[in-house]
């Protein structure tokens, strides 16, 4: 599952299980560390033990929240010892464009987190995760054999564990299976999760070297080596501009240490991780707000279980940050400093970079500050725009035909009015979520 934070809706804890449609392996090991720390876990009779250090070529196939990433190759690296593994792969995708491709690295390290990095060279982008260590495999010490099967021809036996949810507060159960052949040797690593969110994983590997990896086969790229990316440099000044974000009751309504989206941007958040229960009762505000757009890194901001954070070093913070939807699009290091007309830009708000009150970025006393003069336009429940409206319906026929056009009418329409027969939504109560009443006009 490669989740990474949610775009938004951070009040609940959404860290590192939405905010970005790839950095599965970060779950999986979150995963394993939960398998080995829940009451009553004993190891399994015969249970498989993978080798300490060892490489291989890998596939990777997934589903996410509506998003596909279909036989991405690439190559795994672990080591046990060392308490290090990484996952360098293309990933494949048709969430906007046919099979669009992208360079991904995921760098485990115990002593640093993980670091994702998107695309190549002078064009990628690093985000890193604080964290430690969690073995992709500690689970097997607790598995259940299932049965004997092959893959490509190569004798294997599957083991499987279920466990609960490797974050607090997320209602989703998880399954983890694995076919292991002969010494240990996994020839498939598999990830299913029902609740919340419900997708799959997937990793075949083939090509086995029982070599130890070494020191450069987990070397910090270059875009990590210097984190954050600087800020833009060249910028279109001032501007006011709207945009979105789903919250719920009791979170407040507030746009520091938070995350937003113009309308495209938004629109592939909810079409992609909105469906389901969970947002039945969730509200869209639409904002108005004013920033400088020197845009810096985009920032993870999330809620730690008391107040919502943006993580990033202090240069990073002291920028409203962009980056493409779902960190997809044409445009190089995430979409920091491109228009992102293709998928739509997703924005960071960081309470350090926000201005004094009653003063604006650019202004006397602003004193370099990023953004300011936020107002909260209207405010909608999720619910009349997603299913109401028939945003998802929508979304569901344009997956594969960027941009969105007909579903960012839709989103367009729900906000500009309140009258149903223009496609519009009442406004709901940011406070309780009730929908209020409507005035009669005679």
């Given at each position: 599952l ?46 498989p ?48 464009k ?7 690295d ?32 500690a ?87 210097s ?27 507030q ?6 989206g ?15 229960a ?47 939807s ?7 290091k ?24 009653g ?84």
């Open positions: 490669s989740l990474s934070l949610s775009v938004e809706d951070h009040h609940t804890r959404n860290f590192a299980l939405l905010q970005r449609p790839m950095p599965h392996v970060a779950v999986l090991g979150a995963v394993a560390a939960a398998a080995t720390a829940l009451p009553g876990a004993t190891e399994s009779h015969g249970a033990v993978v080798p300490a250090q060892w490489s291989a070529a890998v596939e990777y196939t997934g589903t996410l929240v509506g998003m596909n990433f279909t036989d991405s190759p690439g190559h795994f690296y672990y080591d046990r010892p060392g308490q290090r593994h990484r996952l360098t792969y293309t990933m494949i995708s048709d969430l906007f046919p099979n669009t491709s992208q360079a991904h995921e760098l485990s390290i115990s002593s640093k987190g993980t670091w994702f990095t998107i695309g190549k060279a002078a064009d990628a982008a690093c985000m890193p995760l604080p964290g430690k260590f969690a073995d992709l495999f689970w097997l010490e607790a598995a259940t054999h299932v049965s004997a099967s092959s893959i490509d021809g190569v004798p294997c036996d599957v083991w499987r564990r279920v466990m609960p949810a490797p974050f607090p507060g997320q209602p989703v159960m998880t399954t983890m299976s694995a076919c292991v052949a002969a010494g240990g040797l996994p020839l498939a690593l598999n990830q299913s999760y029902h609740g919340k969110f419900t997708g799959h994983t997937r990793y075949r590997f083939s090509r086995h070297s029982l070599q130890k990896p070494g020191d450069a086969a987990f070397e910090a790229t270059a875009a990590c080596k984190y954050p990316a600087p800020p833009c440099g060249s910028s279109a000044g001032v501007v006011a501009m709207g945009v979105y974000r789903v919250f719920g009751p009791p979170e407040p309504q746009l520091q240490n938070r995350d937003a113009d309308v495209l941007g938004d629109v592939s958040f909810v079409c992609t991780q909105g469906a389901g969970f947002y039945a009762s969730k509200l869209i505000t639409h904002w108005n707000v004013t920033v400088d757009t020197n845009f810096g890194q985009y920032a993870l901001c999330n809620y730690n279980g008391s107040q919502n954070l943006c993580g990033g070093p202090p240069e990073q913070l002291s920028h409203v940050g962009r980056r493409s779902q960190m997809s699009g044409g445009g190089p995430m979409g920091q400093c491109s228009p992102n007309e293709d998928v739509g830009s997703q924005f960071s708000f960081p309470e350090a970079a926000r201005c004094p009150e003063v604006l970025p650019g202004q006397s006393g602003s004193e370099g500050c990023a953004w300011g003069g936020a107002r909260a336009l209207r405010t909608i429940r999720a619910s009349c725009v997603m299913e109401e409206r028939g945003l998802l319906a929508a979304c569901a026929k344009e997956f594969g035909h960027a941009p969105f056009l007909k579903s960012a009418r839709i989103w367009r329409a729900a906000f500009e009015s309140s009258d149903p027969a223009l496609g519009g939504c009442p406004d709901a109560d940011a406070d309780t979520g009730a929908e209020l009443a409507q005035p009669i006009v005679v």
